[in-house]
């Protein structure tokens, strides 16, 4: 893939996955401060607004993981080892990165480490 082509990529989707994390860290601050709020008012079940703040915080999770693969990956093409396992060193098929630009390893090095 194209170098410039692979930073374009990357950098929109850092963009719309820190949109996304701050939006759901927004909303497990609200989460957070709901059950707080409920459990001075009512003496009610605390275990919906639990679920909600732990599938926040699962999917902040995730966003901060793909943020990181993605910051690495910009870091590669800065370094010049962008398209490269970063396990092996060997190249990384277009295709693979065309459907992954934060992609690190071939798809069988992926596969062997699942």
């Known amino acids: 893939m194209d170098h410039d082509e692979a930073r374009t990529r990357l ?3 850092r963009t719309e996955v820190a949109d996304l994390l701050a939006g759901t860290e927004s ?26 703040e732990g599938m926040d915080d699962a999917i902040a ?5 793909r943020m990181a693969a993605l910051d690495r990956a910009l870091k ?9 396992s970063v396990r092996s060193g060997l190249p990384i ?3 693979r990165l065309e ?7 071939t798809v069988e090095e992926a596969r062997a480490a699942t």
């Open 11 to 13: 950098l929109a989707e």
């Open 27 to 52: 909303s497990a601050r609200e989460d957070r401060e709901t059950e707080v709020e409920d459990a001075q008012v009512y003496d009610s079940d605390a275990a919906p607004d639990l679920v909600a």
């Open 61 to 65: 999770d995730s966003l901060r993981e």
């Open 76 to 84: 590669r093409l800065d370094d010049g080892t962008y398209g490269r």
């Open 93 to 95: 098929p277009d295709e």
């Open 99 to 105: 459907a992954d630009p934060a992609a690190e390893l």
